[in-house]
């Protein structure tokens, strides 16, 4: 059986990322790539848990997202199951304290390239709920991605840069940008009129004359 933590992090942090696997006991999946998020923990009956991380991350990313939702974890085993509250803001104080203790082993350079570990210190000092809400690592980690955009394409932009009012491209629906709120942008998709809110650094495809 192939190892899922060897194919998809580091190598430095396999062993780690294992140990948090048995030590929080959760149901693990790699999913398909989302639109609004990267990863995801949930609660799920009889008190069991599952942490989900999108297939398409590079292997920095992946670790991190990964961390990310155990941290939401091992708040739900500290506060939830001993009943101390019956919920946690999920990304509240707790949230961030168990985020950081459990990165802290990982920031090394043994694990992630200079280029990666500086901004992702700036960030931990006092993490938001998505990478994205800090500019620096998320363009750190997009230098690791494994099908960088090309330049000349100049179809395809970040949803962020696209003026507001104008259509562009996902998948294959076509959406109206809306207003930016925080780290995503709410749009509307022109053949339902429903609204998504969509993370602002998403590539879309625009049509250049």
Not at 93 to 108: D, E, G, I, K, N
Not at 147 to 157: A, G, L
Not at 163 to 191: I, N, P
Request: net charge positive; charged share 20%.
């Amino acid at each position: 059986m192939t190892d899922v933590f060897t194919t998809h992090i580091p190598p430095m942090a396999v062993e780690y990322c294992h140990q948090l696997l048995h030590q929080y006991k959760f149901r693990f999946r790699i999913v398909k790539p989302r639109r609004t998020r990267l990863g995801d923990f949930r609660v799920l009956p009889h008190n069991q848990t599952q942490i989900t991380v999108n297939t398409n991350l590079n292997p920095y990313a992946f670790l991190i997202t990964y961390v990310h939702e155990v941290a939401h974890a091992a708040v739900h085993h500290q506060y939830v199951l001993q009943r101390r509250v019956r919920r946690v803001k999920p990304h509240g104080r707790a949230w961030q304290t168990a985020f950081q203790q459990l990165m802290q082993p990982l920031l090394s350079e043994t694990v992630f390239p200079a280029t990666i570990l500086h901004p992702l210190e700036q960030y931990m000092a006092n993490p938001g709920a998505t990478t994205y809400a800090h500019p620096a690592l998320m363009l750190a980690l997009r230098q690791f991605d494994a099908s960088p955009v090309e330049v000349i394409d100049k179809n395809r932009v970040l949803l962020r840069d696209v003026l507001e009012g104008d259509s562009f491209q996902l998948g294959q629906k076509t959406y109206v940008r809306g207003t930016l709120r925080r780290t995503r942008v709410v749009c509307k998709e022109m053949a339902s009129g429903k609204s998504y809110a969509v993370l602002a650094h998403a590539w879309v495809n625009i049509n250049v004359d």
